[in-house]
């Protein structure tokens, strides 16, 4: 990929500073940068000219101070899952692979709280907590990096209870353009001391600063556990299901929406029979048996009032798994309508007052076209993605999920919601964020402006 | 109070600029001036030249854009219920007082969401949704605006289950330094959709924006609600107790710490006879009847292995507007210790696992001072006020309670907590954050001049 004009490539001066710095954790081998073109998205790729794993806070400083000298770009990488282009080096430069820098400095059960580097994973973390009692919520599907995810401002299906990467980051380290390093937040609960860089950085994609660090909350992990699913004759029920579920304040830990046409593929990915109709699937965490028998009789209730039917509890260990299977597995179950296509996915958000007719009128457009989608939605919070099994290699196939991922943003903005629920920006939604943020964006600028004046972080992305 | 040399004060030509815009809602009188030169604290007043009462977003642009054109300082006033001078117009300039901007001008029961000009106040706000089933959980204490709120990032008592003003805000309108109106975030639950900005402005004190309409996220009213106090031996086994139970996160609503010196003066104040010793004041919103139960009697059973005596529970609304009335006077009762006086109040938070020490070795300052003070907590934060009554013409009162605060703030952030939980920076608390935030504070202020260049919002202010 051609540099921008205003930046330089690394070249061997660059790379003679950056091997002075990460001696042998640095490649130039065509392989190893070919792996850090790319996410996990359909975005063309972008070759960077080296890769650097540093490992430590100072090796990122050096890392970051050596580009800005050089006027090179530099594009952090973490687990390579991110969906909207964020790590592919369109301008070339340096990948910064923090996955070296994975491990987990502090926990506190009594603060509830803990402290990691940035390329600690989910599952790493989830294994580490497991012996204290201890959880980290939050589950973007993907075994993410922690940096990865307060960079993309990330969540999943138990946001609606416990929050997205936004609520979970307390503070961070921070490596900025010119290779300063700061602290943002603290491990205080809460503060009105200064402006707020933590959330700042949290869902800047790296390109205010590359987040080496972070501190994070934690919570007991629950005493009692439950899942059910319940399905309905349409949309609206469901959705109405759910609305009816928050007002009352039951605070269900995962609520997820599967319509008809994912239910399908999820049965014959997965052999399972699941009624073939737009579908909850509910977890509750509780204090007792009683609390989440409680909570899932609520549950119960209200969705027999909306015409849900067959309302399932699943009680055991093993039930849940199988439950929760299915709804992980939707993705593959998705790509597997189509054998041999890629996953086109969308992520609109909208306030819930406006979900069932946002999802409708998307699926309207999805069956006069020519592509098939499949729909699994956090529809706790709104959130929901079509997944567009496509032919990377049929322009048709592209094309058509381009227009009908466009309609969907622009319906999203329109109904006062937004493009990116949790995905974030990076290469793919970049051209609706005028339209959603109107002058908010030029303040966007502005603050890029100033904390990366050259514009080496990450350039191309968000903005 | 004298203008900064690179500011000019309110002169003819801006006044008559000033009231081309707001008519008769504008005044040069002294009287009226003098109401807007400070908030409640301690802090030393500062006069406006001119004080104008927007009625729009218009409105407002047009004076911040003669503002910027005059190179006047914008000072944005609320409720005046500020305890840190936030609104004391330290260079003069224009007061710009929200508040016949409090217009309610959406609520919605479906999406828990409202939005609400920024002179709105909590107890105006309360008493419109109490007909709906929705709740605004924030309660700071004063009747403060929302605008105000939100630019301290202000909190309270339900904090410890509902969030701060950093959680309730969904998005905003902004006037910036030249005039622009933005609008940030957005009504969807969650957005990865560009930097937070909305985060940004709240807590931003007046010195980035003037911040004219919030969106906020209601929550359903509890159906069932209790509360409870309890009494300890000492401090360590009530926040060993506050610990505990949100580890095993029984979702306590509220939970208040009393010191044996706060009760003692409650008692005397309010005629009550709680023990005079540090005492817990919990609420517990559920469910059901069953639900509050259930968490009530956890808690009783973890105060009991700590040595809490007294459990007692108020079921009955009267019972619990006592206990409530009781805790929300503590205020008024530390200053009644010393008749006469006025409140010093500080506003440490740590986190939890040093609340105690940070308590016990506050408390052994003061006990050897010529000061007395009174401990009211937000403990489920880490979050505490001492609350010292002082005389304000006696300079010893003042330089001992200078001298303590800025013990306790040190003792703070030595600890990883904070100078400021709730209360904001403003005059008095703008010493600490160089120690607080190190390099970040220069990013603030970098942000700062990114933003309003001419440094006319709120300046002496926080950074």
């Known amino acids: 990929m051609s ?6 490539p690394a070249d061997e001066a660059l790379i003679a500073e950056l091997t002075a710095v990460a001696g042998a954790n640095l490649s130039t081998a065509l392989a190893v940068r070919e792996h850090h073109a790319r996410g996990e998205s359909h975005h063309p790729a972008g ?13 990122v400083q050096a890392i970051v101070s050596a580009c800005a000298k050089h006027r090179c770009p530099v594009v952090a990488f973490g687990a390579g899952s991110s969906l909207e282009g964020h790590v592919n080096a369109v301008h070339g430069g340096v990948s910064v692979d923090l996955t070296r820098m994975n491990r987990i400095l502090r926990v506190s059960a009594d ?5 990691v580097q940035a390329g600690v994973t989910r599952k790493q973390f989830d294994k580490h907590l497991r012996s204290t009692g201890l959880i980290f919520h939050l589950d973007p599907g993907a075994d993410a990096t922690l940096g990865g995810m307060a960079a993309t401002r990330a969540s999943g299906t138990t946001a609606v209870r416990y929050g997205t990467m936004r609520d979970a980051v307390l503070g961070l380290k921070v490596v900025l353009a010119d290779g300063r390093l700061i602290t943002t937040g603290g491990r205080a609960r809460k503060s009105s001391s200064g402006y707020d860089l933590t959330r700042l950085f949290v869902g800047s994609e790296g390109t205010l600063g590359v987040i080496t660090e972070l501190t994070v ?9 439950a899942a059910a699913t319940c399905h309905f004759p349409d949309i609206e029920s469901a959705v109405r299901t759910v609305i009816t579920t928050i007002q009352l304040g039951i605070p269900v830990a995962r609520i997820e929406l599967l319509d008809e046409v994912q239910v399908e593929a999820v049965n014959r990915f997965s052999h399972l029979s699941y009624p073939v109709f737009p579908t909850l699937f509910f977890e509750f965490h509780g204090l007792s048996e009683r609390d989440v028998t409680e909570q899932a ?11 849900g039917a067959a309302f399932e509890r699943a009680v055991t260990p093993e039930a849940r798994a199988l ?3 299915a709804r992980h597995d939707a993705y593959y179950a998705a790509l597997a309508m189509r054998p041999g296509s890629r996953g086109w996915t969308t992520d609109a958000c909208v306030p819930i007052s406006r979900l069932a007719e946002c999802i409708v009128e998307t699926k309207r457009d999805i069956a006069a076209s020519h592509l098939v989608a499949a729909l699994v939605g956090h529809v706790g919070d709104g959130n929901f993605h079509m997944i567009f099994p496509v032919n990377p290699d049929a322009p048709d196939d592209i094309v058509e999920a381009e227009r009908l991922s466009e309609r969907l943003a622009e319906r999203a903005i329109s109904m006062g919601g937004t493009c990116t629920g949790e995905h974030g920006v990076g290469l793919g939604k970049k051209k609706y964020l005028s339209r959603e943020h109107g002058e908010g964006l030029d303040v966007m600028r502005e603050i890029k402006n100033a904390l990366d004046p050259l514009g080496i972080l990450n350039p191309g992305k968000m903005l």
């Open 3 to 8: 540099p921008h004009p205003s930046f330089k």
């Open 47 to 59: 070759l960077p000219d080296v890769v650097v794993f540093p490992d430590s806070n100072e090796d």
């Open 111 to 115: 603060d509830l709280d803990a402290t």
């Open 217 to 225: 909350r934690l919570h007991g992990r629950p005493e009692a556990v």
């Open 297 to 307: 009789e609520l549950v119960g209730e209200i969705a027999a009032e909306y015409g």
């Open 323 to 325: 439950l929760w299977q």
